[in-house]
């Protein structure tokens, strides 16, 4: 079975610039959360998907956003970029239903100059 | 506040010898704990996961410990490998609420 895939793997962008970035589940999980890594506040949890529908939200500015299909493909996207917005971007899923381990893609790293 | 904590940065062990991570949270609402590993630039390889019901999992050299009454859970490596050095995070969520609440890792270095 083919793991979680995100794309690019690599991005950089300016400040003000928006971007998208997508997630590929691994086939039959309905679920796609998202993650933010930097160095100062580790792993911080974005939003959660489920059946194209935001079922949980972190706590992070309206800026960031997202959105799923009904392939259960998810992206995800910033507008008005800050600096602080570089960090590698991570997307994991699961099925979705009950507790259930959370894979991981393996991000995409996000630099804003 | 932080509400899964990971109070060791780094690890140093031999190899061969047992490593032993630590993990302690707050919240006495989570039931699901899981320990991912994680290299620089690439997303966390979960490992092992434990729920609330029990208080130990084994999985090849991997074991997780829970222990729900002072809120502490530890993984220990036995034997450790060269291999095994990486980040380790703890990780923990409530219910099947898809938001995982990770501690900040431990830098974990076995020495040959």
Redesign the interface.
Known sequence: KAGVTQTPRYLIKTRGQQVTLSCSPISGHRSVSWYQQTPGQGLQFLFEYFSETQRNKGNFPGRFSGRQFSNSRSEMNVSTLELGDSALYLCASTSGQGTDTQYFGPGTRLTVL | DQQVKQNSPSLSVQEGRISILNCDYTNSMF??F?W?KKYP??????LI?I?SIKDKNEDGRFTVFLNKSAKHLSLHIVPSQPGDSAVY?C?A?E???????????TKLSVKP
Request: charged share 10%.
């Open positions: 039931d699901y899981l991912y630039a690439e997303g966390p390889t979960f996961s729920s995070f990780a969520s219910g099947s609420q898809g938001n995982l609440i990770f501690g900040k890792g």
